[in-house]
């Protein structure tokens, strides 16, 4: 028979109720025959043990003698990674952040979710497999010396590698809220500008090209001439979508058509945070067969009506 046991502090009953779901959800899924797992709850004055009984059937292979520790590890990681990853995420922001961010968590959390979604080189190491598996190995090489694991303790000063890791998906999260927060009051800015400009065209056609140039033409389908626009600006974008949409801004159109560039694009939605309705999209005129793969005519364009 082996024994392991599993404490909580009393005065937390989410983190309670939340193991015991976790617990209930594991005994109905993972069959560990021929080895039987029972877990005892027995209250203390100050914390909650889960006692953790296992005996086998049939004699005890070396596969066999990790059901055990197997089980409460998988079990440990599981509630982790639940319950204990957005609080120490909500610490983090507490300890180094001060004034209105403190309250921003539940606005930032989406975008530490999206830096542990994102497979790439630098991010590989964060998604929710690598961080359980972190957790998993820790937790069974604490318990092949130690039968008794205080679970928020255990958390705070053994799990540093994994934590170490939350910190970063923290600090790369809350890297891009602010600089999305950023461009959104530049947006706002740029958007007050452009309602408070008189129109000096009607319309402006703005038409890509494969070598990532692009032309604007006039309600009349003549080029406009953008030579004198580095003089204007004072300087030339290095981004081609920065170009643009300081070009338009110069031109300050009534409506603008850009040609052949889907709704998800990123020029796209700028221009349509900036411009409002006075954007429209074409992907089947005269103009989209010089856009770089756009040869599917889906419905026709009436952006002159």
């Not at 193991?19 to 203390?44: A, G, Y």
């Not at 400009?197 to 953008?226: C, G, N, S, W």
């Amino acid at each position: 028979m082996q024994t392991v046991s599993v404490f909580l502090h009393t005065t937390n009953q989410h983190y309670i109720e939340r193991f015991c779901h976790i617990l209930q959800s594991m005994q109905e899924k993972i069959d560990t025959s021929p080895v039987r797992i029972e877990c005892r709850v027995e209250e203390h004055e100050c914390h909650t043990q889960f006692r953790f009984v296992s005996w086998s059937r049939e004699e005890y292979t070396c596969e066999t003698l990790e059901y055990m520790a197997s089980f409460v590890a998988l079990l440990v990681t599981e509630w982790t990674v639940q319950v204990m990853e957005v609080e120490l995420l909500r610490t983090f922001l507490k300890r180094k952040e001060r004034g209105a961010l403190i309250h921003k968590f539940d606005e930032i959390y989406p975008y530490i979710q999206f830096v542990f979604h994102e497979l790439d080189e630098v991010r590989e190491n964060m998604n929710r497999s690598t961080r359980k598996a972190a957790i998993y190995e820790q937790v069974l090489q604490y318990m092949e010396d130690e039968p008794h694991l205080y679970l928020e303790g255990f958390v705070k000063f053994r799990l540093k590698n994994y934590r170490i890791l939350l910190d970063k998906a923290f600090e790369m999260g809350l890297q891009q809220y602010q600089q999305d927060k950023e461009y959104q009051e530049f947006v706002e800015l740029l958007r007050f500008f452009v309602s408070k400009q008189e129109h000096r065209y009607p319309l402006v056609h703005v038409v890509l090209r494969e070598t990532q140039e692009f032309i604007m033409y006039d309600q009349d389908d003549a080029k406009i001439d953008l030579s004198q626009l580095d003089t204007i600006l004072g300087f030339r974008p290095d981004r081609q979508e920065d170009y643009i949409m300081s070009a338009l801004i110069a031109l300050a159109p009534e409506k603008i058509v850009i040609h052949g560039v889907e709704d998800s694009n990123v020029l796209m939605q700028t221009m349509r945070a900036v411009f409002e309705d006075r954007v429209l999209a074409c992907v089947s005129c005269a103009h989209c067969l010089t856009t770089p793969g756009n040869l599917d005519f889906q419905f026709s364009s009436h952006y002159n009506t």
